[in-house]
């Protein structure tokens, strides 16, 4: 039975046994399609119906998550979700794909007055005015930055490596990264 509030602007007041019970018959009925429905969502991730880069209405936007709709990237929910899944820890991009994401802070390099390579790199950067340059990588944005650095095939003092995610997302945090190093 439900009891009903006399104040016309509440919901209607549930039993907490009866909530209880219901909450859990639909964990219950969840954890019986739970692989079946995290199949259906890895192939969502894995190839987007309407073709998008990153997100749109056919994968993963919806008015719900409007104010998400920048950050929201496919990709790093894929990465995330075999995660969870197999244990399966995303791999360092192909030196093509590294310099393809490299490509706006190259270009964004070049307006702050850098010289740029891509010569057995994904990027090389050294500042016009003189100093030592830097190579520049990639790494998926679930790893760590130690692990990163164990797995990725630049190597020595002379390198930046960058979460893939903040050069996609965020050029000028990434440029001050940069700096840091």
């Keep these: 039975m439900v009891r009903r509030s006399t104040n016309v602007h509440t919901r209607p007041v549930v039993p907490a046994s009866v909530a209880g019970v219901t909450r859990n018959a639909c964990a219950y009925e969840v954890g019986l399609h739970l692989e079946e429905m995290l199949g259906h969502v890895e192939g969502l991730l894995s190839s987007c119906p309407g073709g998008c880069e990153r997100s749109c209405t056919k994968c993963m936007r919806h008015y719900g998550n409007r104010f998400l709709h920048p950050r929201l990237d496919r990709r790093l929910g894929l990465q995330l979700l075999r995660y969870a899944r197999l244990g399966e820890e995303p791999a360092i991009a192909a030196l093509e794909q590294q310099r393809k994401t490299l490509a706006p802070l190259a270009r964004f ?73």
């Design 109 to 181: 390099l070049e307006l702050e007055g850098w010289n740029v390579k891509t010569a057995g790199v994904p990027l090389f950067a050294a500042p016009k005015a003189g100093g030592a340059g830097v190579a520049i990588g990639t790494y998926p944005a679930l790893l760590s930055t130690e692990a990163a650095g164990k797995r990725h095939f630049l190597s020595g003092t002379d390198v930046v490596l960058l979460p893939d995610y903040l050069v996609e997302q965020d050029l000028p945090s990434a440029y001050q990264e940069l700096l840091r190093h």
